[in-house]
């Protein structure tokens, strides 16, 4: 296969080629494709440009929330989801069908009872990344990492534990999570 990278100066802009065919064009603003083009990466693997999976998720009823207990939050309002990889009525999962570096975040808020609250990321069952504590009344916790999944069999799940046995503040504003590719692996 011959690749070739060239500039045009009659329109400004760039082309690449692929076994002779113009692939797609490039600007100093970026890459344009024609249509129904894709982008392969090294491993094979082939995502259309500028379409990785993206999801945000809300808690739109209140969930109470043991003390001192890891609970999985219940997040059953989608804001979006482009590639119907979270889950929103069982596991409350984000399950991505392409491997790469994933940014994910999260914040979990109460409403009335002061107390330490603590938000996290969990990857395949086990805590990956944790966020600080506030102890006051009417607090948020977030959390935010890069996390690598491959694709097939790796899900993130948001949970959440409190000192004092209360509801979570619902809405999309206080507990919610949110993630989308970053990077193809």
């Not at 998720?57 to 059953?76: D, E, F, R």
Request: charge should be neutral.
């Amino acid at each position: 296969m011959s690749i070739s990278l060239q500039a045009d100066p009659s329109l400004a802009q760039g082309y690449i080629k692929v076994n002779g065919t113009t692939a797609a064009t490039f600007t100093t603003s970026g890459i344009t494709l024609p249509s129904g083009g894709a982008v392969t990466f090294p491993d094979g693997t082939t995502q259309t440009s500028g379409k990785g999976p993206a999801f945000s998720a809300y808690q739109s009823s209140a969930q109470t929330l043991s003390a001192s207990t890891w609970t999985k939050i219940q997040l059953q309002t989608k804001e979006f989801d482009t590639n119907s990889n979270f889950d929103a009525s069982t596991n409350y999962r984000f399950t991505p069908t392409i491997a790469g570096y994933y940014q994910i975040n999260g914040g979990v808020a109460v409403s009335a009872t002061a107390t330490q609250v603590i938000a996290a990321i969990y990857k395949n069952g086990s805590v990956a990344k944790q966020g600080g504590f506030n102890q006051a009344s009417g607090v948020l916790s977030a959390v935010a990492a890069v996390v690598y999944m491959n694709g097939s069999t790796d899900y993130v799940e948001f949970y959440s534990n409190v000192s004092a046995a209360q509801a979570l503040a619902a809405g999309s504003t206080v507990t919610y999570f949110q993630g989308f590719l970053a990077r193809p692996a």
